[in-house]
């Protein structure tokens, strides 16, 4: 979607992609680690995405909490 910041996103801040998402590093970050997980697909919220891709979505929540939590301790997935 035209204007879409999550559309169209500067290629040097993607930390990963996968089938249905991809990882962008957070842009003057909160705190050190902040990351943010979207849909490569356009939704409005997550909870907008389809029905089948939410169990998907829950996955890579937890796949990249497992990644932040190695790296940098315990942390919160909001």
Request: aromatic content about 12%; overall charge negative.
């Amino acid at each position: 979607m035209e204007g879409c910041f999550f559309c169209d996103p500067a290629k040097d801040r993607i930390l990963y992609i996968s089938e249905h998402f991809y990882v962008l590093l957070g842009l003057g970050p909160i705190v050190e680690g902040y990351v943010i997980l979207v849909a490569r697909e356009h939704v409005r919220s997550m909870f907008d995405l389809p029905t089948e891709i939410r169990k998907v979505y829950e996955q890579e929540k937890q796949h990249l909490k497992t990644v932040i939590n190695d790296i940098y301790g315990p942390s919160i997935i909001t």
